[in-house]
C-alpha cells in the first residue's frame, strides 16, 4: 500500500525554541494532507488540512501563527510548531489521501512524538 | 457538526473470545465509515471501511456493516488472537468536508492468551 512518513519520529527540546516536522508521501502525489494531535489514551483531533499550493486550512480553535503549515510540493508538508511550550508536548500525526484530495482512503505516517522541556 | 462515538475502553478478553467494540455516528450527509487499528508503537492503519449504507467492510477476521438506520457501524470480529491487541478508532469521512476524516475517542483492546 502507499507509504506515508514523517520525520523526525521523536523531538525533545526547549522551551520557547520552534520545531519542524516533515510529513512525505513516499510512492503517491498528495494535493491534500491533513495533520493531526494525538494526547496520551486520547483520539486524534484535526489541526489543519494542508494545501499544495494555498494557505492550509485550520480547524477552530487552532492558532495558525503557532502552528505553520507549509505545503512545498505534492509529496511534502512540513508542520513547524513555533516557540514550543511543554503544553505543545504531543504526538503528531500526519495523513496523506492520494489523489486530488477527495478520496476517502487516507495514509498515516507514523507519527512524531514531541517532548517539549 | 458530524461526531463519533465509540464504547468507551479499556476492553480485556481472552483469547479466541468474541469482539465486538460499538460504534455510533452523527452527520448530514452520506459518510464513508472506517474502522483504523493502531498496534503499540506504530501509525494508524486502515483496518476496513464501508462507502454506503447496507456496505459489510471486512479485512483480517473483522467484520462491520454500515447501518443507516441505527447510524451504527459496529466492529465484531468472531475469534481475537493476542495480536490483535491494539487501540481501535471508528471514523466517518464526508466527502463534501473535504475528505477530512472524524475520529471517535478510541477503545483499547487487550487480549489475554
Known amino acids: 500500500g502507499a507509504v506515508v512518513s514523517q520525520h523526525p519520529s521523536r523531538v525533545i527540546c526547549k522551551s520557547g525554541t520552534s520545531v519542524k516536522i516533515e510529513c512525505r508521501s513516499l510512492?503517491?502525489?498528495?494535493?491534500?494532507m491533513f495533520w493531526y494531535r494525538q494526547f496520551p489514551k486520547q483520539s486524534l483531533m484535526l489541526m489543519a488540512t494542508?494545501?499544495?499550493?494555498?494557505?492550509?486550512?485550520?480547524e477552530q480553535g487552532v492558532e495558525k501563527d503557532k502552528f505553520l503549515i507549509n505545503h512545498a510540493s505534492l509529496t511534502l508538508s512540513t508542520l513547524t510548531v513555533t516557540s514550543a511550550h511543554p503544553e505543545d508536548s504531543s504526538f503528531y500525526i500526519c495523513?496523506?489521501?492520494?489523489?486530488?484530495?477527495?478520496?476517502?482512503?487516507?495514509?498515516f505516517g507514523p507519527g512524531t512524538r514531541l517532548l517539549v522541556l | 457538526g458530524n461526531s463519533v462515538t465509540q464504547m468507551e475502553g479499556p476492553v480485556t478478553l481472552s483469547e479466541e473470545a468474541f469482539l465486538t467494540i460499538n460504534c455510533t455516528y452523527t452527520?448530514?450527509?452520506?459518510?464513508?465509515l472506517f474502522w483504523y487499528v493502531q498496534y503499540p508503537g506504530e501509525g494508524l492503519q486502515l483496518l476496513l471501511k464501508?462507502?454506503?449504507?447496507?456496505d459489510k467492510g471486512s479485512n483480517k477476521g473483522f467484520e462491520a456493516t454500515y447501518r443507516k438506520e441505527t447510524t451504527s457501524f459496529h466492529l465484531e470480529k468472531g475469534s481475537v488472537q493476542v495480536s490483535d491487541s491494539a487501540v481501535y478508532f471508528c471514523a466517518l469521512s464526508d466527502r463534501y468536508q473535504g475528505g477530512k476524516l472524524i475520529f471517535g475517542q478510541g477503545t483499547e483492546l487487550s487480549v489475554k492468551p
Open positions: 495523513s496523506a489521501p492520494p489523489g486530488t484530495g477527495i478520496e476517502e482512503t487516507q495514509y
Open positions: 452527520a448530514t450527509g452520506y459518510p464513508s
Open positions: 494542508s494545501n499544495e499550493g494555498s494557505k492550509a486550512t485550520y
Open positions: 464501508a462507502t454506503k449504507a447496507d
Open positions: 510512492d503517491f502525489q498528495a494535493t491534500t
